[in-house]
């Protein structure tokens, strides 16, 4: 049998069983819900874009998610099938099929148990933050036991002991954590609080692994002593009145050597905060971050997206056009950074402009290396509190929207990007790759007739004609532009292309065309495009991963019952 | 209700979290064997040469294995000194490497060294003979078929040189204990933040059966397994190397105490990788038994 066929197969199984276990619902046996996803392509080699050789031509990342409920009682699983391999740009050791996730757990008054697997993310994500991004291949579930306890009103009680997900295995390292958090309008109700609140939080988060041996290289005769529990603990409030806004969070991590820091002794600290104010047209936000040394896996040689702990925020904001958040992203450094954002969102008044208010976006963000000095030892290095390093990015950017009229809408997009390549995405070897680009984006929406839209984009991102080195498909300017047609809910078709127009390589000026159709039933949404994917990095919040060229044919299907 | 309340309390503050604070980062010394505690001086090459690791993924039941086997000797001859080999039996390639019993195929060449590197590699799945050159993707796969080895270890070979390794080693036959001495040298370039050596020990000139499709009845008795992955001396992806100005020299040691194999045919070889991408630097080769 082709693997074509094996893989069709499969995905009409797992549709099949979960129209079943659908069908099954009663209200005296409890209920099942889920959902299920495929994400499949059919390669084809492009020599013209560098596309890898796919062998097995048809790829496809399905799953399949059931919870049960019962009362107090749940349990859930999810199914996984990467077969025959994973899809391009995907961690190849998720290949295979099983059921990574899956758990029980019941409330009886104020205690809840799960047993299994479970997400949970303490305050920001300092120190722990277990989530999964399926756009990213990224799944750092917890497997162990969890108790959450709220022993009086406005007190939360976290506690847990567990292993992380490394793919279709368990990270070396054991996991334990506890959380309590105090909102004090619950727990305090008879105080007459207005318009205060007040949210203070405290999280501790330790990891036992077996220690290795590692020559200590100021003394090579001995070995390293290494930690076997390495503890990180942050506290944590949040602050409101009215439309204020002021979270902030601070972190310390005790001496963690691993590879990523090469196994210096320093210990890790990380302040994070946000000061916000809203009120009817208008929003403001500032938000600040210092980041030394926090890199926090279950595995001290873990590298890459496996095993991450922790997660930093990022403080840049994430754009949705295609240009601004694909050709130069920002991931996080998350052993060095110093970085601001503002941002400002507000509506025109109405004695403005009377019929139509103005939406405006202002944003800037800029995000830098800590100045740090050698120690010569193996505490690494000293750091001045907020000097600026060399720098990794900053973003300057304006975005406008205008309806024109009852069946038109007009948004505007200009962003000034700064970035150094080689230390953000470790493009280029010896010297710091700088990239300055402008990008101004046209959108473009016309409701034709009732329920029937069409929208237009029309995207350019100009870089500056020499840069060093220019030995990427994404270098040089680039050109895009976007056709949808919208027949709501039923339909949706956009047809687009990104053109690398200004790449000095004139072998590198390429057209990535790509078309898609979709419809939507109910709660089903299928979709079928074709065209050239572009090398690149995807990133979300921070979190990047590679993608490779590719041309195929793609399918893509979402359905929940 | 309130006694459960205590019992809750008490189960989530048993898990709190424990914390090991290092005032002293200058650990134990190093589990040496007594005689691996001299480090011996070594001095820059002259003319030092780049050299690649081939790693043949081979099973003994694999009938067309042997014929990788004499492509790694064909390349080792055409470039002397400079292809570095390891045969990895791993168990993930099935048939071709499990031991059978009832059978003359009773040898388990496989291994925990062996079994990590294909994990990480993805390769004894996809059918054998395949080799990996330098742990390098080659057009996205590690997994190379023996006719394209030619080309790719070429084009390795005339990369620039960023390393160079020499390797020591020390053999006390009372405790059946090796040590190994690596130098690392920097040479040009810059080499990647994380940086580390591996340390194999693999055995050459075993003779056992071997299945091969070329000869009658498809079966060889006498067939001489060579660079047959045996063990790591250290951490099988590497000790972390920290150079100290354009230098550094690493120590190995591990008892092998009750290994069958022979220890006057088993090479040591040293390998400096790309501690993210696991991408091969520099290899080298030396006899285990000086």
């Known amino acids: 049998m082709s693997s074509f066929r094996k893989n069709a197969l499969l995905s009409l199984g797992l549709l099949g069983f979960a129209s079943f276990l659908c069908a099954q619902t009663s209200p005296d046996y409890g209920e099942i819900h889920g959902n299920v996803g495929i994400d499949a392509q059919y390669y084809l080699d492009d020599p013209a874009i560098n596309t890898q050789p796919v062998p097995d031509i048809f790829r496809a990342n399905s799953f399949l998610n059931l919870v049960y409920t019962r009362g107090n009682f749940r349990a859930g699983l999810r199914y996984e099938a990467y077969m025959p391999k994973p899809l391009l740009g995907f961690p190849v050791a998720f290949e295979g099929h099983g059921i990574p996730f899956r758990y029980a757990g019941y409330t009886l008054g104020r205690l809840d148990i799960t047993a299994g697997n479970f997400y949970e993310q303490f305050g920001n994500g300092l120190i722990l933050r277990s989530y999964e991004e399926r756009a990213l291949g990224f799944d750092n579930a917890l497997d162990g036991v969890r108790l959450k306890y709220q022993p009086v009103d406005g007190l939360r009680l976290i506690g847990f002991i567990a292993r992380q997900r490394f793919y279709w295995q368990f990270s070396p390292g054991n996991i334990k954590g506890f959380d309590a958090e105090l909102t004090l309008r619950e727990f305090l109700p008879k105080v007459d609080w207005k318009k205060w609140n007040l949210i203070v939080g405290g999280s501790f988060v330790s990891r036992y692994q077996s220690g290795q041996e590692i020559p200590n290289p100021d003394n090579p005769a001995n070995l390293l002593e290494i930690p076997l529990n390495v503890g990180g603990f942050s506290g944590r409030m949040n602050l409101g009145y009215g439309g204020f806004q002021l979270n902030a969070e601070y972190a310390y991590k005790i001496n963690d050597p691993n590879a990523l820091n090469k196994f210096i002794y320093k210990p890790g600290t990380a302040a994070y905060v946000s000061a916000a104010y809203s009120t009817k047209g208008l929003g403001i936000s500032l938000q600040a971050k210092r980041v030394e040394n926090f890199d926090f896996r279950s595995d001290r040689n873990a590298q890459g997206n496996d095993l991450l702990l922790n997660f930093i925020p990022m403080l840049n904001k994430q754009h949705t056009y295609a240009l601004p958040a694909s050709i130069y992203p920002y991931a996080v450094q998350a052993n060095s950074e110093l970085g601001w954002q503002a941002d400002v969102n507000f509506t025109t008044p109405k004695w403005l402009n009377k019929k139509y208010a103005t939406t405006v976006n202002l944003n800037f963000s800029m995000v830098s290396a800590l100045d740090t000095t050698p120690t010569g030892d193996r505490y690494g290095y000293t750091s001045s509190a907020f000097d600026f390093g060399k720098r990794y990015y900053m973003d300057a950017n304006i975005e406008v929207q205008q309806p024109l009229g009852k069946k038109t809408k007009l948004s505007l997009m200009y962003m000034y990007l700064w970035q150094n390549q080689r230390l953000v995405q470790g493009q280029g070897t010896t010297e710091d790759n700088l990239i300055a680009a402008h990008i101004a984006v046209v959108d473009a929406t016309w409701k034709v007739a009732k329920k029937h839209t069409l929208r237009f984009e029309v995207q350019h991102l100009a870089t500056p004609a020499l840069q060093n080195p220019l030995n990427s498909l994404v270098n040089g300017s680039w050109a895009m532009g976007l056709v949808e047609y919208n027949f709501n809910p039923l339909f949706f078709a956009s047809v687009m292309n990104q053109w690398s127009y200004g790449n000095p390589d004139e072998k590198k000026q390429i057209h990535y065309p790509t078309a898609m159709v979709g419809v939507t039933l109910k709660t089903t949404r299928i979709a079928i495009g074709y065209g050239r994917q572009r090398e690149g990095i995807i990133c979300i919040g921070g979190v990047c991963r590679q993608v490779p060229a590719s041309n195929g044919l793609t399918f893509s299907l979402m359905s929940s019952f | ?290």
């Open chain 2, 1 to 290: 209700m309130k006694y459960a309340a205590f019992l809750v309390l008490g189960g989530l503050f048993l898990i709190l979290p424990s914390c090991d604070i290092i005032e002293d980062p200058d650990g134990p010394p190093a589990p040496n064997v007594p005689f691996c505690t001299d480090t011996p001086s070594f001095q820059p090459r002259v003319n030092p040469e780049i050299k690649l690791l081939l790693e043949d993924y081979t099973g003994h039941r694999c009938g067309n294995c042997p014929l990788a086997a004499s492509k790694l000797h064909e390349l080792q001859v055409a470039h002397p000194g400079q292809v570095v080999g390891l045969a990895v039996h791993a168990q993930a390639a099935g048939y071709f490497t499990a031991p059978k019993t009832g059978t003359a195929f009773t040898h388990d060449f496989r291994n925990e060294v062996s079994n990590t590197l294909d994990a990480f590699f993805q390769v004894a799945a996809t059918g054998l003979p395949k080799g990996v050159v330098n742990r390098k993707r080659v057009n996205g796969a590690y997994d190379l078929p023996i006719s394209t080895w030619g080309q790719i270890v070429q084009q390795e070979l005339n990369a620039s040189q960023m390393a160079d390794l020499q390797v020591k080693t020390l053999w006390d036959s009372s405790t059946s204990s090796l040590c190994a001495f690596v130098f690392i040298e920097h040479l040009s370039g810059t080499l990647p933040d994380s940086l580390m050596l591996s340390v194999y020990l693999a055995e050459n000139s075993f003779v056992n059966w071997q299945a091969d499709y070329s000869v009658p009845g498809e079966e060889i008795e006498f067939y001489e397994h060579n660079h047959v992955l045996r063990a790591s001396l250290g951490p099988i992806w590497g000790k972390a190397v920290q150079l100290n100005g354009t230098s550094a020299v690493l120590s190995f040691s591990k008892s092998f105490s009750g290994a069958t194999w022979v220890m006057s045919n088993c090479s040591v070889v040293a390998v400096l990788q790309n501690g993210l991408s696991r991408e091969v630097i520099q290899a080298e080769e030396v006899a285990a038994i000086p």
